[in-house]
Structures are given as structure tokens and as C-alpha cells.
């Protein structure tokens, strides 16, 4: 059963119950792969560092904001990105900038860099507002009123985002194969991620596994074509796709091979769209579960715009609509876990820990910490007022990570959802239903459990 106290004013939307102690290792893995959030401990909301298995940590959860700054940003010599992410995700990013390590995660990251300014961000805006009026305008296509899959939805205008700004020139009308493909990679995720975890070796069998494998195949050809096509239409711009064509390594001058090529082109496409699509499913599920809220933001949308279309002179001024974009990620981050691994035998928060360990940082519980939040499980977009906001440690409310690995995509994303927010509060109410309270799942990215369907009404 899902928690969630009876309803009053105060809105405490639906969380993961934690177990009350750490679980033996075969019920551990059964939890794992529904939700691997099912299967943390009450400890890790409560104390700094939980580590599994008594003699010998093979895991460590670190939720303490002190200790997750030592993990991601101070001894990055000795916690790496682990080889479970490479492991994992290998078949469909390769070794593209999420899952590269040393040099070759350097170059990388040096190269597309520059389109990740702050202030480039403010550049797509008119492109992020089109995308949010399609969308209202395939709603309004429907009818009056009725019901719509807002994950579906915030998928497909995303991904019209990423498609016309960063991978400018990439063919939309694949869209559809990319996500029907990445959505059978992920499904089974979890049998993957969990015989990783057991050491098993690659080649054995888990659920799901050749489904798995034939959807990242299927996806990675798709996104060969699209390459060809890019290439065959000429590789001008200054867009992710051009620079990667024209980048050449500082050691060999060599350029980018299709295997690299691919490999960043498909990270972006997953990283670049899914994460913020998650994000605004849960943002639109919260407003539709707080009318008060649904329609400050709409009022600050009104007042701030004029009714017109969103430009990158509102961003700043659209305060309370952030707050609320905050607060969402807060509660429902869209990457709910990352992790790493120790090179060496080392000493974390006063446990030793054998080479090597896991080490899991579980966002999501970091931002339900009972030591870190006043009343952690209600929805109170004011934390994020800015004289509040100044004292959280910059380990301790971290949607999008920290350190040199932080999110190359942050300022993009939340311009994004910004935009895209405010274009939809502007045309559309949305509403819940009094009943679904859908369970979030931990698979790479944050889901809905039954999906997201909210009722939407055209103004
Ligand atoms: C709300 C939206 C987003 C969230 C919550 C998010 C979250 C994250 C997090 C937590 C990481 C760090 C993972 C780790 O250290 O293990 C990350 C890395 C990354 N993100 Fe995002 N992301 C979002 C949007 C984007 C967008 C829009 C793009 C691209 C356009 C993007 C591209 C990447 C890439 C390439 C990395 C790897 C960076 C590196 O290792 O150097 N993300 N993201």
C-alpha cells in the first residue's frame, strides 16, 4: 500500500514505504526489481550511511548531505562512476558522456560543453514555447475536456525539444521508433541492473534480457540512420551533431568514429528528453492535486506574460512557477538514484569500505532526509522561497547531481520546464481524478506507476 495520510489542505502526494530494517539478500533483490526503492531501509531517511552486509559492506546507501560532498565532489580520485551504469546501459549509450570515464569522458564533455551555457538556454525558448502550444493544440484536436496520458505527452513534446535545439536537424518522424524502442530497453531494467550487482557474467541469462538487446540494437540503428541523414544533408550548424562531426581529439587529431558518434547522439536523445519529461509529468500531477497552486502559477503566468507567448525575458520573472518546478523535483526526482564505486579501500562516514563497494546515492531519499526537511513528505513549494533556498547545501537538494559529473543538461532543463510549464498553464486546466495515486518506480528514470492520466480542459 501506498502512504499517503488522509486528505487535508496540507497535500502529502504518494511516496515508496521503506522497509523498517535492511532485508535479507533474496528479498532485497525481489523488492529491487519491482522498485528498487521498495528495497531501502527506513535508515537511510533517517542516519547519514547505511551500508549492507555486516562483515564485509558490499553496498552503501549515503544520504547524508556531508558525505555525499566527499563522494561526488571532493574524492573524486577515489569514487568513480561505477561499471554497473557502463554495464547496464552499454547496449543503447555505448560510452557516450553519461557512462564515459577519464580522457575519454573529457574530450567528450569539452566538446559539447559550449552549448550548455547558461545563457544558450534563453536561445531555444521560442522553439521550447512552439513545442508546449503543439501539444496544447493536439489536446484541443480531442475535444472539450477529457482525459489525457500526460507521460505520453510530456515525451513526445520534449522530445520535439531536443529534436529542433541541441540534435538541430535531427528527423522528427523517428521520434516514435526511438522512444517505442528505449521504452523496451528500459522495461526490464531492473533483472539487468540486479544481476550486475551480483557480479554475475554478462553473457548469463535474466528476465527480459533479449528483448532488452534487440530494442537497443533497433534503437541504435535508428539513430545510424538518422546520423546518415544528417550527414548527407551537410554538417553545418552549430549544433551538437556539427560539432561532433567536426570535433578532432586533442592527442591523435583523429575524428569522432560512428561507434562515438552514436553512442553521444543516443545518450542525448535519452538523457536530453525523458529526464524532463519526468520531471513535468510529476509537476502537472502536483498542480492538478492543488488547485490553490495550479492557479498562483497560472495567475504569475498571466500577470508576467500578458497572455502572450513565453519569451527569455519572463524566465526570471516566472519565480513561483520555478518554485513549484523545485518542489516537484524535490519530492519526485527525475533521476531518483546515482551511483559509484570506491577505487580503493577507503573510510566513509566512519565505516571501512572494501574495493570495491557500491556506492548508492539515492536522490530520492536525500530529498525526503528527516534530518535535512522539515516535514519532508508534504508538497510545500515555498522551501524554495529564495531567502530558504540560500541555506540548502548544494548536496542536499540535487536533482541533477553534483560535482564534475553534474548535469551538463541543467540550466537547458530548467528553462525547458519552465516554458513549457508556463505555455501549458496559459491554454489548459488539468484535474485529477480523487484516485490515482500512482506509485512512483525507480527505472533509470522516475515513473508512474498506471502511467499519468489527468483530465485536462481547454480555457
Ligand atoms: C529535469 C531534467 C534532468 C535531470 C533531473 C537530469 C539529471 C541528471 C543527473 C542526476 C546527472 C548526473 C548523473 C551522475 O552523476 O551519475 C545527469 C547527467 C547528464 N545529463 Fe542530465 N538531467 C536532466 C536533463 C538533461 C538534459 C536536458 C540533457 C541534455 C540536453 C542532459 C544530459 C546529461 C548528460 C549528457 C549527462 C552526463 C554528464 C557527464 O557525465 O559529464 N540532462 N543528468
Redesign the pocket.
Known sequence: MLSEPASSAALYPPTVPPSARALPLWLTLLRFTRNPLRSLPRAVYETDIVAYGRKRPLVAWVTGSDLIEQV?IKRTDIFA?TRL?RRVLKPLIGT?????QGDH?RW??RI?SPL?RPNDALAYVPVMAQAGREQITRWRAKGEAHVAPIEIDMTET?FAV?AR??LAGIDESEAGEIQRTGYQFIRPIMWSVASALMLTPEHWWYPGKSQMMRAAAENRAVVQRLLDKRRAAGIEGDDLVARMLQARHPDTGAPMNDEELIDNLS??LL???E??A??LTWTLYLLARSPQWQERVRAEVQSVTGGRAVTAEHIAHLTVTQRVLKES?RLY???PA???VNLEATELGGIALPEPALIVIP?FAVHRHKASWDDPERFDPDRFLPEREANLKRTQF?????????????A???T??TVILATLLQSVRFSWDGTHKPEPISRVTLHPKGGMPLTITPL
Open positions: 561526488l562512476k551504469d557516450g558522456l553519461l557512462t564515459a569522458w567528450q564533455r559539447a550548455f520534449t531536443i535545439t541541441i545518450t542525448f538523457a536530453g528528453h529526464t524532463t519526468k520531471a523535483m526526482p527525475p533521476v546515482m551511483t559509484r536522490v540535487m536533482p541533477f547531481g553534483a560535482g564534475p559529473r553534474v548535469c551538463i543538461g541543467a537547458f532543463a530548467m525547458e520546464a
